[in-house]
């Protein structure tokens, strides 16, 4: 998922296992060097956020058979759950639901008799919803559950014909990760568990299925839409989108799905896809999913994108016809390597499928669209490190985050993305790039379709490069990358001369020493826009403001990173006149990470906090219930 200038994140938690084999220079453990066959520190048992228990039963296999009500929301049907035994003295099967409606739970020892078996639903919890315990015999091979979801589905989201770009049709699209597909799947919700999915999906007329697996293109005489996914993935990358989609071919393996009326706009801004992806290649190895599709979903997508595999879901707010914006899938596309590839085992790994993407969007931006742009990237995620580092308690500024914490949702923090791609340029930085290249996608490798941890992570970087290449760096300072709250003293920091140069601009229009007109802004790239506002001095005042917006039209730009960047600026220095710009803003984006600092200003005042409740009040019908609970907390927040 992206974060910066994307999306929204989750708090990362460090579950006790972690204290005692994250210390790994004792770790002892047989790997030859090309790293075909890993080894490491076992995969902890259970992780925190997941009531499975697949160290005993083992779902090894979905196939989902639902059927799509946009009438009643609901979604509703079965799911077969292949099972393995791995302790024999199991008798109960634990998956995580949440908000399900449990009709019944069948067992089959032949996929062809089945019984009926004895299930219990436990208590909810606010977060990880409720533990459905089903008693599975020893000969039992699947597992049925029949059910259906809640309209409050909290991965669902039910959008009506007003709110898509056709007006036409009604919208559904899922979000799973964190933990969401246990609100419209039972299962083993946990990215310690991969396993392959088939489904069936029976439609309304008209409207067609997608999803992130292989699919058919036509549905069959039942009407139904079927897909397959035969590599094993976590249940947060399970995805379905169903509207009035079209589909457009970009290149051979690529092609994009939109509204018919996006879609020849998608397709331009999208074309060079297959071109990013041969780059990747070059660097980490085969793309190993065969095709890479993009859907453009409608704006209340609550993220930049999601990397569902096959079928990244994309946020148009990311169409500006210039294809100025497309590093957004240049991070979902390095997640077929980092993320979907080799997954973190848990939540608390993080850092392992964001910090590896953000290091590869940088590679992969620096290789397509030269240095200077991906300097001014790496720029730009510094920045954003800094504020979630002032946001962030004390115990989730490091990598290894030090408490846990209850919901995966709940804080938004670059911290797992910004400070992990910086850990990784500086081992880059010490050992080189040949050398680290080699590493990086020996790390893939060796994990391909496989969950690790952080403690496998430094096991393999301990046995590859500090052991093999001494006196470059220490397991003392990697300790320091993970667990001081503090980013070390001896990390690099990235600079930009495209915005040094910026600098000095601004320095000489706020000096009056270089008229508004005389900004060469005219030449400036999204990135040195965003720097311009974000960094502006505290001293700049609303008639400099004002100067600035009808010179350049700020309040009514068409590029929705611009906005957002100008509208928190604007607010903060308390320029009430782009108020009503902020309202039309609010009300036509859902991407939280471009909301969400506007809200933020606003609420910082009562005046403002009174007003973003009646802008929220008109605006939520069109925001994710993701979002909502995000907009939902910062407005009930006391101003800071
Ligand atoms: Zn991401």
């Not at 509208?567 to 220095?573: D, E, G, N, Q, T």
């Not at 991407?591 to 606003?602: A, D, G, N």
Request: glycine share 6%; charged share 20%.
């Amino acid at each position: 998922m992206s974060r910066r200038r994307f999306s929204a994140v989750f708090r990362v938690l460090s579950p006790a296992v972690f204290a005692t084999c994250a210390a790994s220079g004792a770790v002892v453990f047989s790997m030859t060097a090309t790293a075909t066959s890993v080894a490491g520190p076992p995969l902890p048992a259970s992780e925190p956020h997941s009531y499975a228990n697949p160290q005993m039963l083992r779902v090894t296999g979905v196939a989902l058979d639902l059927k799509v009500d946009f009438t009643h929301k609901r979604l509703s049907g079965s799911v077969d759950l292949q099972i393995e035994h791995r302790d024999p003295a199991a008798r109960e099967l634990m998956l995580d639901t949440r908000d399900l409606q449990i009709a019944r739970v069948e067992t089959s020892s032949d996929g062809k008799a089945w019984k009926p078996a004895a299930f219990t639903l436990g208590e909810r919890d606010r977060v990880l919803g409720a533990r459905l315990a089903i008693q599975t015999p020893l000969d039992a091979q699947r597992v049925r559950v029949h059910y259906q979801t809640v309209p409050e589905a909290s991965g669902l989201q039910w959008l009506a014909p007003v709110q898509t770009a056709g007006k036409k049709q009604p919208y559904l699209f899922t979000q799973s990760q964190a933990i969401h597909a246990r609100s419209w799947i039972p299962l083993q919700d946990t990215p310690l568990v991969r396993m392959p999915y088939t489904a069936r999906i029976t439609a309304p007329k008209g409207l067609r299925a997608v999803m992130s697996a292989e699919m058919q293109d036509r549905p069959g005489a039942d009407g139904a839409w079927t897909f397959s996914m035969p590599q094993p993935i976590p249940s947060y990358l399970i995805a379905l989108a169903v509207g009035d989609i079209a589909f457009r071919s970009t290149g051979e393996r690529t092609g994009v799905y939109a509204e018919p009326s996006m879609l020849e706009r998608a397709a331009y801004e999208f074309a060079e896809t297959e071109k990013t992806m041969a780059l990747a290649e070059a660097l980490y190895g085969p793309y190993r999913w065969g095709r890479y599709d993009l859907l453009i979903l409608p704006p209340s997508f609550p993220y930049g994108g999601m990397e569902n595999p096959r079928l990244t879901f994309v946020t148009p707010s990311v169409i500006t016809g210039d294809r100025k914006l497309v590093s957004l899938i240049t991070h979902e596309l390095s997640h077929s390597w980092s993320g979907n590839l080799v997954t973190n085992a848990t939540w608390s790994d993080f850092w392992l499928n964001e910090g590896f993407t953000t290091y590869l969007t940088n590679r992969l931006n620096e290789a397509q669209f030269g240095s200077e742009f991906a300097n001014m990237e790496r720029v730009l995620g510094a920045q954003d490190l800094r504020k979630s580092v002032e946001q962030a308690e004390i115990a989730d500024r490091s990598l290894l985050r030090a408490t846990p914490a209850a919901d995966p949702d709940e804080v938004f923090s670059s911290i797992p993305y910004e400070r992990g791609n910086l850990f990784l340029s500086w081992l880059e930085s010490r050992y080189g790039r040949a050398e680290f290249d080699r590493f990086v996608r020996g790390w893939f490798d060796g994990h391909a379709f496989q969950s690790a941890t952080t403690a496998q992570f430094r096991a393999y970087l301990s046995e590859q490069l500090i052991r093999r290449l001494p006196g470059k760096a220490s397991e003392a300072q990697v300790d320091e990358w993970m667990n001081s709250p503090e980013l070390p003293a001896f990390a690099l920091m990235p600079q930009s001369d495209a915005f040094t140069a910026v600098d000095a601009q601004r320095r000489q229009w706020l000096d009056g020493k270089l008229a508004i007109g005389a900004l060469p802004a005219a030449d400036w790239a999204v990135q040195q826009w965003q720097y311009f506002l974000d960094t502006m001095p505290a001293t700049v005042t609303v008639a400099q403001l004002q100067a600035l917006d009808r010179q350049f039209g700020l309040s009514r730009s068409g590029n929705q990173i611009i906005g957002s960047s100008w509208l928190r600026l604007a607010i903060a220095r308390n320029d009430r006149s782009v108020w009503p710009a902020a309202e039309r803003y609010l009300q036509s984006v859902g991407r939280m990470h471009l909301i969400e600092p506007v809200y933020r200003e606003l609420s910082k005042t009562d005046d403002g906090r009174r007003y973003a409740e009646q802008v929220y009040a008109k605006a939520r019908a069109g925001y994710h219930p993701i979002a909502q609970q995000e907009v939902q907390r910062l407005l009930g927040k006391k101003a800071s």
